[in-house]
């Protein structure tokens, strides 16, 4: 008992030390930010306490409407992302069509929120896809004059939003769909006269949502405040409040950093907004389900629903595969006048510009995001092993991250990054620190490590104990059977964490933007920058480069285990 007491205390120790590593830049970050705000920030004059910058604010024109664009991007995006999900889910659970979904998924999340932005503006832009494919039925001679790419309300950067996030929340809601018992729970739900969508929502639902509530409300919180996907599709006059605190942030009038850090914790109270209308609006949709639940109706006929119930995934899907290959299309063609739905001759001369200056971006991009990537599966794992091995011997009990673990875990993705990563860029530069290849991988691992964290949990504590009581059997240690056991069977969900980080890593712009400093240059900041541009050969170009390694990425996690399993799989067949 004295030599495990040692051991006991290392994992408690670790089981606590992991979360509060990646929690602490955050708070780093919010100092960083809350100093300056109130004017307080010695190295650029900012002596004493003031609400000078907060005035400075509050007398910015047009700062309400981007509050509300903000506020409105993260409700709606999150509302149609959700509703969404759990409308396939409840109509195709169980069916051929959700299992071939699932295997699709891989793709669609590894392309970055940019790439499928651009995509979107390649596919509903007044010159687009869709108004080629219309302008001869309707007989359209020229692009329609219509805002639709930066339209003021900001539909098109929510509809990218949307096309993006809920792949991600529907990759989430198959791994906690086992956890709701859905098989039993809609047989019972049909023994009492519920068709097949009312019980899924009414019986299974409930339970998937409260197991995804975090990554819900971690889409909310990006939504609120995304910059990439704003400065692509957003509106500009006046831009959403993350946007324009961007540009305060660069401004060459240094003294604008304080309206920016007062910005940035207006930021954050719009986050927190969204966040608590989410809250009240979970309540109203549970005060909802218990008056059907109630009211004695059954929603028995549903046959006519179910097609329609599938078309916010398909649309969003389709929307990210589309955009894809009419960037690929615009990254060869040659001259291409409207309304020719193809281009009449194709050229390489776009590709060989492009990579002749895009490989520097390329080797930043591989570099941070396998650094990244791969530190946060090690902190995950000893995190998840340490949490695993803490509660091991509670017969029965599910072992899970607690709350508190997982709201430090998660905290990165529910604070807003500007309002953060602001601050962490100030206290690098009072620390003296240059930018660099570590140091950005350091960064981004803060918010690589809670979605690998997310990909890993489920099958890490899913795996049954009794191989490692065989393993404890023979004399090995708990190194030896985390190598030995635990790994080999886990190898297919590392390598798909290990490659979900660095997906999300590759996806990084805000961050990369701060923290680089502009002396270092990813794939992500390169295609964003080109969206000013307006030239679609060359953004179509980067923007399938920036999907390229996230890609490749998931082809690796997919055919390794087979490579690495093959003797096991042909033993089993024998």
């Known amino acids: 008992?004295?030599?495990?007491?040692?051991?006991?205390?290392?994992?408690?120790?670790?089981?606590?030390?992991?979360?509060?590593?990646?929690?602490?830049?955050?708070?780093?970050?919010?100092?960083?930010?809350?100093?300056?705000?109130?004017?307080?920030?010695?190295?650029?004059?900012?002596?004493?306490?003031?609400?000078?910058?907060?005035?400075?604010?509050?007398?910015t024109p047009g700062l309400m409407v981007s509050a509300l664009l903000s506020l409105a991007s993260g409700l709606v995006t999150t509302a149609i992302a959700t509703?969404?999900?759990?409308?396939?889910?409840?109509?195709?659970?169980g069916t051929t069509a959700v299992r071939v979904m699932r295997q699709a998924l891989a793709p669609l999340l590894a392309v970055p929120h940019a790439a499928a932005a651009f995509g979107l503006a390649f596919l509903i832009a007044p010159s687009g896809l869709i108004f080629r494919l219309l302008a001869w039925p309707l007989g359209i001679t020229?692009?329609?004059?219509?805002?639709?790419?930066?339209?003021?309300?900001?539909?098109?950067?929510?509809?990218?939003?949307?096309?993006?996030?809920?792949?991600?929340?529907?990759?989430?809601?198959?791994?906690?769909?086992?956890?709701?018992?859905?098989?039993?729970?809609?047989?019972?739900?049909?023994s009492l006269g519920y068709g097949r969508m009312a019980g899924f929502l009414l019986t299974?639902?409930?339970?998937?949502?409260?197991?995804?509530?975090?990554?819900?409300?971690?889409?909310?919180?990006?939504?609120?405040?995304?910059?990439?996907v704003a400065l692509i599709l957003g509106p500009s006059t006046p831009?959403?409040?993350?946007?324009?605190?961007?540009?305060?942030?660069?401004?060459p009038d240094l003294s604008r950093r304080f309206v920016a850090s007062a910005g940035a914790l207006l930021q954050l109270a719009v986050t927190a907004a969204v966040l608590g209308t989410w809250f009240a609006g979970e309540r109203i949709a549970a005060a909802i389900g218990r008056r059907i639940t109630t009211g004695g109706r059954r929603f028995g006929r549903d046959g006519a629903l179910r097609p329609v119930a599938a078309m916010p995934v398909i649309l969003a899907g389709g929307a990210v595969f589309f955009g894809l290959v009419w960037l690929s299309v615009w990254s060869i063609a040659g001259f291409w006048a409207y309304p020719a739905i193809l281009p009449p001759s194709l050229s390489l001369a776009t590709w060989s510009r492009s990579l002749a200056g895009a490989g520097g971006p390329l080797a930043n991009t591989f570099l941070v995001a396998i650094l990244s990537a791969s530190v946060a599966l090690f902190l995950v794992i000893v995190l998840l092993e340490a949490r695993r091995r803490q509660f091991r011997a509670s017969a029965g009990r599910v072992v899970r991250l607690t709350p508190a673990v997982a709201a430090l875990i998660y905290l990165p993705l529910l604070v807003p990054q500007i309002a953060f990563v602001f601050g962490l860029e100030v206290?690098?530069?009072?620390?003296?620190?240059?930018?660099?290849?570590?140091?950005?991988?350091?960064?981004?691992?803060?918010?690589?490590?809670?979605?690998?964290?997310?990909a890993l949990a489920d099958p890490w504590?899913?795996?049954?104990?009794?191989?490692?009581?065989?393993?404890?059997?023979?004399?090995?240690?708990?190194?030896?059977?985390?190598?030995?056991?635990?790994?080999?069977?886990?190898?297919?969900?590392?390598?798909?964490?290990?490659?979900?980080?660095?997906?999300?890593?590759?996806?990084?712009?805000?961050?990369?933007l701060l923290i680089g400093a502009g002396?270092?240059?990813?794939?992500?900041?390169?295609?964003?920058?080109?969206?000013?541009?307006?030239?679609?050969?060359?953004?179509?170009a980067y923007a399938l480069l920036q999907t390229l390694l996230p890609f490749l990425a998931f082809i690796l996690s997919g055919t390794l285990p087979r490579l690495l399993s093959g003797g096991r799989l042909a033993m089993k067949r024998g």
């Open 427 to 454: 206290a690098i530069l009072a620390a003296g620190l240059e930018p660099s290849i570590p140091l950005l991988a350091a960064v981004h691992l803060v918010f690589v490590a809670p979605y690998v964290a997310l």
């Open 83 to 93: 509703l969404g999900v759990a409308l396939l889910l409840a109509a195709y659970h």
């Open 1 to 59: 008992m004295a030599d495990d007491l040692p051991v006991r205390r290392s994992r408690s120790v670790a089981a606590v030390a992991v979360p509060l590593i990646l929690a602490l830049p955050v708070a780093i970050g919010l100092v960083g930010v809350l100093l300056p705000a109130f004017g307080y920030l010695p190295a650029l004059g900012g002596d004493d306490f003031s609400l000078d910058p907060f005035r400075q604010l509050l007398a």
């Open 461 to 512: 504590f899913a795996v049954d104990p009794r191989y490692e009581q065989v393993s404890a059997s023979l004399g090995h240690g708990a190194v030896t059977t985390l190598f030995r056991i635990r790994l080999p069977i886990l190898t297919h969900a590392v390598l798909t964490a290990l490659a979900i980080g660095f997906a999300t890593s590759v996806g990084q712009y805000l961050p990369t």
């Open 239 to 251: 831009a959403p409040l993350a946007v324009r605190l961007v540009a305060w942030m660069n401004d």
């Open 204 to 228: 299974v639902w409930p339970g998937v949502y409260r197991q995804i509530r975090l990554p819900v409300l971690a889409v909310a919180a990006y939504a609120s405040g995304v910059v990439d």
């Open 142 to 190: 020229r692009p329609p004059d219509l805002l639709i790419i930066g339209d003021p309300l900001g539909l098109s950067m929510m509809a990218a939003l949307v096309a993006k996030e809920m792949p991600f929340l529907l990759l989430v809601a198959f791994a906690a769909l086992p956890q709701a018992d859905p098989d039993r729970r809609l047989r019972l739900a049909a």
């Open 519 to 540: 002396r270092l240059t990813t794939i992500t900041t390169e295609a964003v920058a080109l969206s000013s541009g307006g030239n679609r050969r060359v953004i179509g």
